[in-house]
C-alpha cells in the first residue's frame, strides 16, 4: 500500500471498522468454509481406506515419485506467487506479468501430471466406479485439481488484465486475494499429498 | 467484488422501469423485501403441502392420497419449510435489519447479495420444477442413503433434490460470507462487539454455522451425486460403502442448521421482549456466550440424529452427554427472557405476543428435546409423531412465532404502517391454539406408538381421535394465516403514519425514518451502548441525561454520500448457474454450455467496476 | 404515539385464554388412553421397562420445570403489566449470582438425567448370553423376515418368542435401511444393510404386540408391519414343532389343484415351499396358513384377501415387489386354497 492509499483508507468503502478489506476478510471466510469441505472430503477418503472389497489398492497403483514432482511444482509455484504479489505492490508491471504468467503455468502443470495420472489409473483397471479406494480417490484430488483448475483460470484473468495495462499497484489486494486462494489450494495438497500418497 | 462507483440515492427507479429496478437492485432493504417475499410466498406452498397431508391421515386408511403423494408432500414440505421458507424469512431479517441495526448504509458486498437472492430463488423454483414433471423428491428431507441411489429411486426426483440442495447451498454460502464480514467491518464507529444488538449477534452466529455446517452437505450430496450419475460406491452396500456415512455427513450439517434456523428467532426475541419491557435484555452477555455456546456445541451432537443405528454405547453416551450439555445455554437464554420482563413494564403490543409465544411454545419443545436426548427414551420415541411433535415447538412454536414477532415489529420500519393489533391478536391467538391442537396430541399420538412418514394406519391401534383432532388444528393454522394476510392487505392501504419510531424502542434503526432512505444513515452515528437510541431518548437510567438526537444533516451531506449503483450481473450470473445446473437433467452440452456462460458472467460480474468510467479507484 | 388502550382487560383476555389451553391440554391427558396395541409407556420386557424409567424421571423432572417456567412467564406478564401513567422502570442489565446458579442448576438436574441414561445405554447393549433365543431378522422392502438358526425355521411377518427367555435379535437388511420396533416391547434398532445390529431384549408376559417399520423405506413403509407373539411357556415349543414339520400335503382336489399350479408358475422363483420350490426373494411359506396375517400384517390370512392378493399385490401393498402374474379366477382360488392348507 502506498502512503497515499493508506491515506484514503478512511473514505475506502471496503475498509472497515476493523481496517481490514471487506474482500480479504471474504476470501478468509471463504477458505474457512473450503476447510469444512475439504475435511468432508478427506474424512470421507480415510473413513473407506482399506474398505475396498476389490483391487487395485492404493500402493500397487500410487507412483509416490512422480506425484512428489507434480506437488513439487505446485509448491514451487506458490513461490512464484508471492514474487507476483511482490511485483505488483513495487508497481513492476513487466515482472507482475512473468511470475502470474508463470504461476498459471505451474498449476496448469500440476493439472497436467494429475490429468496424466487419472489416465494412467484408468488404464490400470482403477476407475470411479472399481472400488472403494477410486470412488473416493478420484473424487477427492479430482476436486482438489478443479480448485487448481479456477485457480489457474483466475490467475490467467489477472495477467490478462496485466497485458492490457489494466492491472497496476492499486490492484494489489486483488492479486493478493487470489494468493491467499493460491497458497491455500496449496496446502490442502501437502494434507492430501501426506494423507493419500505417503502414510501407508 | 463492493463497488466505488458514485450513485445517487433515489435515481435507480427513473431511467428503467419499476420491474428493472426490483431485477438490477443491490439494495440490502430491497433484496431483504424480496427475500422476505419469496419465503412467504414458499411457506404458503409447504403449509399447503402439510393441510394435504393432514387431511390424508384425518382417518384411518384414508385414500385422498396415495402413498407416492404421501411420501412426495412430506419430502417437500420438509425441504420447503427448511430451506425455503425459514432460512430466507430469516436471510430477509439479516438483509434488512443487520445494517440498520449495526449502523451501515448497506452490505460489504451488496452485488454478492443479490447473487445470493437470485440463486436462491434458482434453487426453489428447480426444486418446485420437479412437480411441473411429476417427479418431485420423495426420499424425505433428510434423503437417507441408500433409499436415494439410483437402484430404489430411479427416477428424477432425487436428481431435481441434489442439484436444488447444492445450488440453495451456494446461495447461503455467499449470504455467509457477506454477512460474516458485514458485521465484523460495517459495524458504526464505537459500536465493539459487545454492544452489537442481540439480534445481530445471533445472526452472527447463525452466519458462522452457516459457513462452516454447508460444506457438509455440499460434499455428502456431491457423493449422492456422483453415486446416482457416476455409478461411485459411496453409499452402496454392494461395493462396500456404508450408508451410515450420507447419515454422518448430513447430520454434521443438519444439527447446526436446526440452530441456523433457531438463532435468528432467539436474536429477535431478544429485541421485541426489551423494546417492550422498556428495560434491557437481562444479562445480555451471557445470553450472547450462550448463543456461542449453542453454535459451538452445535458441531459435536450430531449422532444424537442417530441414536437408533447401532453406534455403540461409548458413542451414544458421548453424544448424550454434550446434548445435555447444549440444553444448558438454551435453558439459560429462556431464564434471561423471564428475567427481562421481570420489573419491567409490560406493554402488550402484537410483537409481544409472539415474543411470549416463543418462549412458551420454545420452551417445550426444549423439554421434550431432553427426553430424547437420553438414548434408552430415544430409541422408543425417534421416528415417532413424539419427535414431530417436539421439533415443531421447536421449528414452528419456536422459529415461526419468533419470525412473526420481528414481522410485527418491524413491519412499520420497513413499511412506515403499523399492522393492524386486533387482526394481529387474532392472528396470534388463533395460530396459538391451532399449533397446540395441533401438535401437542401428536406427543402423545408419538408415545401410543405412531410412527412418521406413514400415509395411513391401521384403525384398531388408537390412533384415530387425536389425528383428526391434529388436522382440524392444522386447519385453525391455516385460518390465522389467511387472517395475517389481510391484516397485511388492510395495512398496506392505509396511509403510513407509523412515524420513526413507533414501539419507543432502543436500537438503531429507529432512529432513521421509516422507511428508511436508501442510504439508511445520513451521517454514520456513533455508538456508546448496546441501547444507543434508547440512552438518546432517555439517558441510562442511572442518572446519566439523555444524549439528545443528533443534530439535523444539510442536503449537501445527503448529496455526497455514494451507494452502490445498480447491476443486472447478479440476476445474470443467477440464471446462467440455473441453465448450467439444470444442464444435468437434459444434457452434457448444455452443462458445458451453462458452465462457460457462467464463467462469462462470473468475468463481468468481477470486472463490473475494474475501472470505472469515472476513473480513480476511490 | 399510537392508540395506547389501558391494557388491563387486554390483559385479562390473555390469562383468560391461555387458561382456557391449559385446561384444555390437560383435560386431552385425563381422556388418553395408554393402553393401545402400539403403546411405549406399557412395557413387556426389561429393555422397555428400563428406558421407560428413564422416560418418567425426565417426563416428571421437565413436567415441574415446565411449570416453573410457563407459571413465570405468566407471573410476569401479570404482575408487571403496563398501568396507565406507569414511569419507565428501572434499567436493570443483569445479576451475575443469580444467573450463574440458574446455569449451575440446570447442569446438575441434567446430571440427574445423564448418570441413568449411561447406567442403561451400557446395560442394555451388553453382548448377549450364550443361552439366548438367537433370531435373525431381516427387513426387506416391505415386508419382515424372521429366521432362527438354531431352530432351522424360516417365518415372515410373524414373531415368535417365549416368555421369561432372553431374545437376541440380530438384524440386516438386503435393500434399504429399516428399523425393527416393537413398541410394547421397548426401543427400535434400525435394520442397516452391510451391517448386523442387535437388539437383546427378554420379553415378560405374553401377548400379541404389534410391530412396524420406523425407518422411512419407500413407497409402503406404512405398509411394513409385524406381529410379535409372547408364547406362555410351553406353547413356544409346540410352534416350533409345527413350524419344523415339512409342509403338509393338500387333501382337497381344489387345493392340490392349487399345488400343482404353484409348481409349475413363476411362485417357484421367489418362495420357499420344502419340497416344491426353493427360491429365496419372498417369504417362506412352508407353514403360510398357520400365520394369522400376511403383506407384511396388512391383510387377515383369508380365502378373499389372499384371491386378492394372488391377481393384484400391488393394489393391496402398493409398490409390493410381488408381480402381478396374471393368475386369475379359478387359478387364483386354487392357489389360495393350497397355500391356506399349508398349516
Redesign the interface.
Known amino acids: 500500500m502506498t502512503s497515499q492509499a493508506a491515506s484514503h483508507a478512511e473514505h475506502d468503502p471496503n475498509i472497515g471498522i476493523t481496517g481490514l478489506d471487506h474482500r480479504k476478510m471474504g476470501m478468509w471466510a471463504f477458505l474457512g468454509s473450503e476447510c469444512m469441505f475439504f475435511g468432508s472430503l478427506i474424512g470421507t477418503y480415510l473413513s473407506y481406506k482399506g474398505k475396498s472389497l476389490s483391487g487395485p489398492t492404493p500402493h500397487e497403483i500410487l507412483n509416490i515419485p512422480l506425484t512428489s514432482v507434480s506437488a513439487f511444482v505446485l509448491l514451487m509455484s506458490s513461490v512464484l506467487m508471492v514474487l507476483a504479489l511482490a511485483a505488483v505492490q513495487r508497481n513492476d508491471m513487466k515482472w507482475a506479468k512473468i511470475w502470474l504468467f508463470s504461476t498459471a503455468t505451474l498449476g496448469a502443470g500440476f493439472v497436467g501430471f494429475q490429468i496424466f495420472e487419472f489416465t494412467h489409473f484408468v488404464h490400470l483397471g482403477l476407475t470411479l466406479q472399481t472400488n472403494l479406494f477410486g470412488s473416493t480417490f478420484f473424487t477427492l484430488t479430482g476436486f482438489h485439481g478443479a480448485h487448481v483448475t479456477g485457480g489457474v483460470i483466475w490467475l490467467l484473468a489477472l495477467w490478462a488484465l496485466a497485458v492490457r495495462g489494466k492491472l497496476g499497484p492499486e490492484d494489489a489486494l486483488k492479486v493478493e486475494i487470489c494468493g491467499l486462494y493460491w497458497h491455500f489450494v496449496d496446502i490442502v495438497w501437502i494434507a492430501i499429498f501426506t494423507l493419500v500418497y505417503l502414510i501407508p | 467484488m463492493a463497488t466505488h462507483a458514485a450513485f445517487m440515492p433515489g435515481t435507480e427507479a427513473k431511467s428503467h422501469g419499476v420491474l428493472w429496478s426490483w431485477l438490477t437492485t443491490v439494495d440490502h432493504k430491497r433484496i431483504g423485501i424480496l427475500y422476505g417475499t419469496s419465503a412467504f410466498i414458499f411457506f404458503l406452498v409447504g403449509g399447503v403441502e402439510a393441510l394435504i397431508m393432514r387431511l390424508q391421515l384425518a382417518r384411518p386408511d384414508n385414500t385422498l392420497v396415495g402413498p407416492q403423494a404421501f411420501n412426495e408432500l412430506f419430502t417437500m414440505h420438509g425441504t420447503t419449510m427448511v430451506f425455503l421458507a425459514i432460512m430466507p424469512l430469516s436471510a430477509s431479517f439479516f438483509n434488512y435489519m443487520i445494517p440498520l441495526m449495526i449502523g451501515a448504509r448497506d452490505v460489504a458486498f451488496p452485488r454478492l447479495n443479490a447473487l445470493s437472492y437470485w440463486i436462491f430463488l434458482a434453487g426453489a423454483l428447480f426444486l418446485n420444477a420437479s412437480w411441473l414433471f411429476g417427479v418431485a423428491p420423495d426420499a424425505g428431507w433428510f434423503g437417507y442413503a441408500n433409499l436415494t441411489s439410483r437402484q430404489f429411486s430411479p427416477t428424477a426426483s432425487i436428481d431435481f433434490w441434489v442439484l436444488g440442495l447444492q445450488i440453495l447451498g451456494i446461495s447461503s454460502l455467499m449470504a455467509g460470507f457477506n454477512f460474516v464480514v458485514t458485521i465484523i467491518n460495517l459495524r458504526a464507529p464505537g459500536m465493539t462487539l459487545m454492544r452489537m444488538p442481540l439480534f445481530v449477534w445471533m445472526s452472527f452466529v447463525t452466519q458462522f454455522l452457516l459457513v462452516l455446517a454447508f460444506p457438509a452437505i455440499t460434499v455428502g450430496l456431491i457423493l449422492l451425486m456422483f453415486d446416482r450419475f457416476f455409478g461411485t460406491l459411496f453409499y452402496a452396500p454392494a461395493g462396500g460403502g456404508d450408508p451410515l456415512l450420507w447419515q454422518h455427513l448430513f447430520w454434521i450439517f443438519g444439527h447446526p442448521e436446526v440452530y441456523i434456523l433457531i438463532l435468528p428467532a432467539m436474536g429477535i426475541v431478544s429485541e421485541v421482549l426489551p423494546t417492550f419491557a422498556r428495560k434491557p435484555l437481562f444479562g445480555a452477555p451471557v445470553v450472547i456466550y450462550s448463543g456461542i455456546m449453542i453454535g459451538f456445541f452445535g458441531f459435536g451432537v450430531w449422532s444424537h440424529h442417530m441414536f437408533s443405528v447401532g453406534l455403540g454405547p461409548v458413542a451414544d453416551s458421548a453424544f448424550s452427554i454434550a446434548t445435555m450439555l447444549i440444553a444448558v445455554p438454551t435453558g439459560v437464554k429462556i431464564f434471561n427472557w423471564i428475567g427481562t420482563l421481570w420489573g419491567g413494564t409490560v406493554r402488550f403490543k402484537t410483537p409481544l405476543f409472539f415474543a411470549l409465544g416463543f418462549i412458551a411454545m420454545f420452551t417445550m419443545g426444549g423439554l421434550s428435546g431432553i427426553m430424547h436426548a437420553s438414548p434408552p427414551v430415544d430409541l422408543q420415541q425417534t421416528d415417532t409423531y413424539f419427535v414431530v411433535a417436539h421439533f415443531h415447538y421447536v421449528l414452528f412454536g419456536g422459529s415461526i412465532f419468533g419470525l412473526f414477532a420481528g414481522i410485527y415489529y418491524w413491519w412499520p420500519k420497513i413499511t412506515g404502517r403499523l399492522l393492524d393489533e386486533r387482526l394481529g391478536k387474532w392472528h396470534f391467538w388463533l395460530m396459538m391454539l391451532g399449533f397446540n391442537t395441533t401438535f401437542f396430541p401428536q406427543h402423545y399420538l408419538g408415545l401410543i406408538g405412531m410412527p412418521r412418514r406413514i400415509y395411513t394406519y391401521a384403525p384398531d391401534l388408537g390412533w384415530y381421535f387425536w389425528n383428526l383432532v391434529s388436522t382440524i388444528g392444522a386447519f385453525v393454522i391455516a385460518v390465522s394465516i389467511l387472517v395475517f394476510i389481510v391484516n397485511v392487505v388492510r395495512t398496506q392501504r392505509s396511509a403510513p403514519t407509523a412515524g420513526d419510531d413507533p414501539w419507543d424502542a432502543r436500537t438503531l434503526e429507529w432512529s432513521i425514518p421509516s422507511p428508511p432512505p436508501v442510504y439508511n444513515f445520513a451521517r454514520v452515528p456513533t455508538v456508546r451502548d448496546r441501547d444507543p437510541f434508547w440512552l438518546q431518548k432517555h439517558g441510562d437510567g442511572h442518572g446519566g441525561k439523555p444524549t439528545g438526537r443528533p443534530a439535523p444533516v444539510s442536503a449537501a451531506e445527503i448529496k455526497a454520500i455514494h451507494m452502490p449503483p445498480p447491476s443486472y450481473w447478479p440476476i445474470l450470473l443467477g440464471a446462467a448457474f440455473l441453465f448450467m445446473m439444470s444442464g444435468a437433467l437434459i444434457s452434457i452440452y448444455q452443462v458445458v454450455l451453462g458452465g462457460l456462460l457462467t464463467l462469462y458472467c462470473m468475468f463481468r460480474f468481477a470486472l463490473e467496476y475494474h475501472r470505472p468510467a469515472s476513473g480513480g479507484g476511490h | 404515539?399510537?392508540?395506547r388502550v389501558p391494557?388491563r382487560p387486554?390483559?385479562t383476555t390473555?390469562l383468560l385464554?391461555l387458561t382456557v389451553?391449559a385446561l384444555a391440554?390437560a383435560c386431552?391427558?385425563v381422556g388418553?388412553?395408554?393402553d393401545?396395541?402400539?403403546?411405549?409407556?406399557m412395557p413387556k420386557s426389561d429393555f422397555?421397562k428400563?428406558?421407560?424409567e428413564?422416560?418418567m424421571l425426565?417426563?416428571w423432572w421437565?413436567l415441574g420445570?415446565?411449570i416453573l417456567?410457563?407459571g413465570?412467564?405468566l407471573y410476569?406478564?401479570w404482575r408487571?403489566?403496563?398501568?396507565p401513567g406507569?414511569?419507565?422502570?428501572?434499567?436493570?442489565?443483569?445479576?451475575?449470582p443469580?444467573?450463574v446458579s440458574?446455569?449451575i442448576a440446570?447442569?446438575v438436574i441434567?446430571l440427574i438425567?445423564?448418570i441413568p441414561?449411561?447406567r442403561?445405554?451400557?446395560k442394555?447393549?451388553e453382548a448377549p448370553a450364550a443361552t439366548a433365543l438367537r433370531v435373525d431378522v431381516v427387513g426387506h422392502?416391505w415386508w419382515w423376515e424372521f429366521r432362527y438358526p438354531g431352530l432351522r425355521i424360516t417365518t415372515a411377518n410373524e414373531l415368535h418368542l417365549p416368555v421369561g427367555q432372553t431374545v437376541a435379535f440380530y438384524l440386516n437388511a438386503p435393500?434399504?435401511?429399516h428399523?425393527f420396533?416393537i413398541?410394547q416391547l421397548?426401543?427400535?434398532?434400525?435394520v442397516?444393510?452391510?451391517?448386523v445390529?442387535?437388539l437383546v431384549m427378554t420379553p415378560d408376559t405374553p401377548g400379541e404386540y404389534?410391530g412396524?417399520?420406523?425407518?422411512?423405506?419407500?413407497?409402503?413403509?406404512?405398509?411394513m408391519?409385524f406381529r410379535a407373539i409372547v408364547h406362555p411357556k410351553g406353547e413356544f415349543e409346540q410352534w416350533v414343532k409345527a413350524q419344523q414339520a415339512p409342509p403338509v400335503e393338500p387333501t382337497d382336489a381344489l387345493a392340490q389343484q392349487g399345488k400343482a399350479l404353484f409348481a409349475q408358475s413363476a411362485c417357484v422363483g421367489c418362495h420357499v415351499i420344502s419340497g416344491v420350490s426353493a427360491g429365496v426373494l419372498g417369504p417362506n411359506l412352508n407353514h403360510f396358513g398357520s400365520r394369522k396375517m400376511f403383506a407384511a400384517g396388512l391383510l387377515a390370512t383369508t380365502a378373499e384377501n389372499l384371491t386378492k392378493w394372488i391377481e393384484n399385490p400391488a393394489h393391496m401393498k402398493?409398490?409390493a415387489l410381488m408381480p402381478n402374474l396374471g393368475i386369475k379366477g379359478e387359478q387364483s382360488k386354487a392357489l389360495a386354497a393350497y397355500l391356506l392348507s399349508l398349516k
Open positions: 404515539m399510537t392508540t391494557s387486554r390483559v390473555v385464554l389451553l391440554s386431552s391427558w388418553w388412553d395408554w393401545t396395541p402400539m403403546s411405549t409407556v422397555g428400563m428406558t421407560h428413564i422416560f425426565i417426563s421437565t420445570i415446565f417456567v410457563e413465570a412467564l410476569c406478564c408487571f403489566r403496563d398501568r406507569a414511569p419507565i422502570p428501572k434499567q436493570i442489565h443483569g445479576n451475575t443469580l444467573e440458574w446455569t440446570f447442569a441434567l438425567f445423564v441414561t449411561i442403561v445405554i451400557f442394555t447393549q422392502q435393500d434399504v435401511i428399523s420396533w413398541p421397548g426401543g427400535k434398532r434400525d442397516v444393510p452391510h451391517r445390529n442387535q404389534p412396524q417399520c420406523a425407518e422411512y423405506c419407500g413407497m409402503s413403509h406404512a405398509n408391519r402398493p409398490g
